[in-house]
């Protein structure tokens, strides 16, 4: 079955402290792999995209790096922010019959002033 | 502004009824998409479209239906068959398919039953 884990549900870290949030997936075969941004009662905001022939994506202070040999992607906030507490979730769109992205159920996480 | 555009934020429905949540984009995106986002629990598909008068179902579709009848809308009725309606719904567009391109997601629209 394709499915998307995200590890730990939350997190929380001091102001600065430099983070990574996990993401695991259960087939290799891919397209693409997202990472998202959610606020409480909002909609999502695409952070960034990595295509299955790329091995990182950098925007700012973060940075998503893909292996899909071991089927896991993390992403890495670097000097966090109050601003940058949110639900992050991943996103896979996997290969093979069914044109749809697989989503994790998100890290919480928490950056204390 | 391009963006996309749901309504209403807040939507009530009482036992039987039928309610229509509206999702409107002006993107020029040919794919739509209509996810459930329920507590601790990733967003599942409901139905999505690749391109005007045609769409497929998702993985939860029963008790839902959507037309596809203009490039930017894609209406979903949530109808008296969907016995637990409650949940954050999500739409989103794509320039493609989806395989090689990022989903914009608008501001959702929360279901809560009287």
């Known amino acids: 079955k394709q499915e998307v884990t995200q590890i730990p549900a939350a997190l929380s870290v001091p102001e600065g402290e430099n983070l990574v949030l996990n993401c695991s997936f259960t087939d290799s075969a891919i397209y693409n792999l997202q990472w998202f941004r959610q606020d409480p009662g909002k909609g999502l905001t695409s952070l960034l995209l990595i295509q299955s022939s790329q091995r990182e994506q950098t925007s700012g202070r973060l940075n998503a790096s893909l292996d899909k040999s071991s089927g896991r992607s993390t992403l890495y906030i670097a000097a966090s922010q109050p601003g940058d507490s949110a639900t992050y979730l991943c996103?896979?769109?996997?290969?093979?019959?069914?044109?749809?992205?697989?989503f994790g159920k998100g890290t919480k996480l928490t950056v204390n002033p | 502004d391009g963006g996309i555009t749901q309504s209403p934020k807040y939507l009530f429905r009482k036992e039987g009824q039928n309610v229509t949540l509206s999702c409107e984009q002006n993107l020029n995106h040919d794919a739509m998409y209509w996810y459930r986002q329920d507590p601790g629990q990733g967003l599942r598909l409901i139905y999505y479209s690749q391109i005007v008068n045609d769409f497929q179902k998702g993985d939860i579709a029963e008790g839902y239906s959507v037309s596809r009848e203009k490039k930017e809308s894609f209406p979903l009725t949530v109808t008296s068959a969907q016995k637990n309606p409650t949940a954050f719904y999500l739409c989103?567009?794509?320039?493609?398919?989806?395989?090689?391109?990022?989903?914009?997601f608008g501001p959702g629209t929360r279901l809560l039953v009287l």
């Open positions: 989103a567009s794509s320039g493609s398919s989806g395989a090689q391109e990022t989903q914009y």
């Open positions: 996103a896979v769109f996997y290969q093979g019959g069914s044109e749809k992205l697989v």
